[in-house]
């Protein structure tokens, strides 16, 4: 039996509307009515929450649904390849900021600069895109200070380059991309805490 009916039937047996079972379960009826018409499944806590207010053992809620299961195995086979994807553009991301600080001690070539530009771009939007647990700048107070250190030193190193054209369409030019790429490397080093390894 698929598990919107042993919904609809636990709903029924405790003589309340859908209305009435998502607010309990701080949930909109339209939530309970897809779920009780197969068109969506409940997660993992929604069912613990069903399970525990109503006295309804799991396996009693998931036993035999068969579709249930291939959709949770589905979510799980997408945060795999998520954590692949993280653990890629972390190591990405560790390249693009070493490439860049050691440029400013020693002569790269413009190719490399350029490409691990584009790659660090790249890790950082797969890193956004894909980290499971952000850092929490306000209880982690490690992490604040090493993005703050790393905006200073970003900062001062582009402020102690400085602009060499007397052109103004050019020195604007090479102050937004100095700016740019202070940002780029400082947000580089707000994933450096985030492990992939983490759980």
């Given at each position: ?7 609809k ?8 509307t ?39 053992s799991?396996?009693?809620?998931m ?20 954590k ?40 950082l ?22 993005i703050?250190t790393a ?10 380059k ?38």
């Open positions: 039996m698929l598990i919107g009916v042993k919904i039937m636990i709903r029924e047996a405790f003589d309340l859908q209305e009435q079972l998502g607010k309990e379960l701080h949930l909109t009826r339209q939530t309970i009515s897809s779920w009780e018409n197969g068109k969506s499944y409940p997660g993992i806590t929604d069912i613990l929450s069903i399970s525990n207010k109503y006295n309804v799991l396996d009693e809620l036993k035999e649904d068969i579709e249930l299961i291939e959709h949770f195995e589905t979510i799980d086979h997408s945060l795999n390849k998520q692949i994807l993280y653990a890629i553009a972390y190591v990405a991301n560790a390249l693009f900021l070493l490439v860049s600080i050691f440029s400013n001690y020693m002569h790269v070539l413009p190719i490399y600069k350029v490409t691990a530009l584009i790659i660090g771009m790249i890790a939007f797969v890193l956004f895109s894909t980290v499971q647990q952000p850092v929490n700048l306000y209880t982690n107070k490690w992490a604040l200070l090493a703050v905006f200073m030193y970003f900062l001062s190193i582009a402020i102690f400085g602009v060499t054209s007397t052109n103004i369409d050019e020195q604007a030019g090479i102050y937004i991309s100095a700016g740019l790429r202070v940002l780029l490397l400082t947000s580089s080093v707000y994933f450096i805490p985030q492990l992939p390894l983490r759980k």
